[in-house]
Every structure is written in C-alpha cells, then in structure tokens.
C-alpha cells in the first residue's frame, strides 16, 4: 500500500442504518475524513467543496440582512452547518441528524473538520428524522439545506425517498417563510427532482461542480436551489 495512501479505522458504532465507521485516510493530498454506513460510502471531507456551496448558494439568494433562520438535514462532517454559520446574517441554525454517532463524532474526533461548529450557540441539535420538523410551524424557516443522502440516486435509507417525492417537496415548502429557499445536494443531476421543485418554487436553478475526478463514468455533483414566491397566490398544486 502506497505509504501517502492509508486508511485508518477512528471509531465503529451501531446505529439506525447499519454499522458508522469513522476511517482517516491519508493521501497526497493531505488527510481526509470518511464516514461509511452498513458498507456504503456516505460523506468525506473531499466533499468539502460542495458541502459548503450547499450553504452558499442558498443563502446567498435571500435578501434578509439578519436573524435567518436556517434547518440543516444531515450534519455529516459538520461543513454545511460550518458555512451556514459563517455567515453572519445567520440567527439560529437547526440541524436534524438520526445517528447519535454522528453527533458524538462531531464533538469529539470530528470537532476540527468544522471548526467546532456544532459548538456555537446559535445551533440547536435534534437528534432524530428531519422529517419530524416538517410542519411543526409552517413558515418556520428562511432556508432549508437537505444532505441527508446523496441524492435520491443514492439513499443511505431507503425510506429517505419520501423527501424527493412531491409530498416530501410540498412539506419542505411549506415549512419555509415565502419567499424561503430550499437547497439539495445530489451525487449526480436528477432530473425528477428538478420537475418536482418546479412544481412547487418559484425559481429552480442547478449548479454541476465536476469535483470527483475526470473518469467519463463519474457524475458531476448537483446543488439544487429553489426560492419560494414571496407572496402565496394559490396557484401551487397541493396534495
């Protein structure tokens, strides 16, 4: 094995999807964070790019000047919230994540990959299924940033599809204030999802980052945005 090109087990745990590892993998470019779920490649840190744009791009297509409200499914490596927080118009991050492992990682052996993000006092920590904050206050939220898979291409839990489906799209749209934006990161362009978004936001946009190598079969990443219509017409179809 290539002496710049190891990997290292941190932790194991059991949780809701399976057996968490935590691997460090050191390369040449430098050491990387990897998280697998029962077998299956779930985030690293060589996502860093995306993760973040993921933060980025949604917010940056509010107007807000301060005290945004933001929900976060999935907190991962902590570098969407990392983002979120850095941006100083941001007020409360909410961040859903169903592995305890991942929270705890976070604290502890993974706390530097995001700075201690989830340290700040603006975050909130729900341990459980995003989907269980849909709906709790409608209009809760300026932005909602979902990373809870790789796409719908891609689900870490197979009941995760419900959230690419138009209910799981109408939910999220309503939970956010008019004119909120919901942002979706994908392994690859999903075409269907886009439809749905279309159904019911205002404005869809999608930026490819061709960030994985430059193998043909390999898929450029997808950062879906979507802005609400600030005012509700009634002319959205509803389920």
Not at 48 to 61: D, K, Q
Not at 104 to 133: E, K, M, Q, Y
Not at 198 to 204: A, C, G, R, T, W
Request: net charge negative; with cysteine; charged share 30%.
């Amino acid at each position: 094995m290539d002496q710049d090109d190891r990997s290292r087990i941190l932790d194991t745990a059991r949780g809701r999807g399976g057996e968490l590892i935590l691997l460090e993998r050191r390369t040449t470019a430098g050491v990387q964070h990897e998280i697998r779920i029962d077998g299956r490649f779930a985030m690293s840190t060589s996502d860093e790019h995306t993760s973040r744009l993921l933060a980025r791009a949604s917010l940056g297509r509010l107007d807000q000047k301060e005290g945004i409200r933001v929900l976060v499914g999935g907190l991962g490596l902590g570098l969407t919230l990392r983002e979120a927080l850095d941006d100083s118009r941001v007020g409360s991050v909410t961040v859903a994540e169903i592995e305890e492992a991942i929270i705890r990682w976070n604290r502890t052996l993974l706390s530097d990959c995001s700075d201690g993000a989830i340290f700040d006092p603006r975050v909130r920590v729900f341990h459980g299924d995003v989907r269980d904050l849909f709906g709790v206050s409608e209009g809760g939220f300026d932005a909602i940033l979902m990373d809870v898979d790789n796409g719908p291409s891609f689900l870490l839990h197979e009941a995760n599809i419900s959230l690419y489906s138009e209910e799981g799209i109408c939910a999220m749209q309503k939970s956010l204030v008019p004119g909120g934006v919901l942002a979706v990161w994908a392994g690859q362009p999903e075409p269907e999802l886009e439809r749905t978004l279309i159904k019911y936001f205002e404005d869809v946009r999608v930026e490819l980052v061709a960030d994985r190598g430059t193998a043909d079969n390999i898929p450029p990443t997808a950062i879906y945005t979507a802005v609400g219509e600030k005012r509700a017409k009634g002319n959205k179809p509803t389920l």
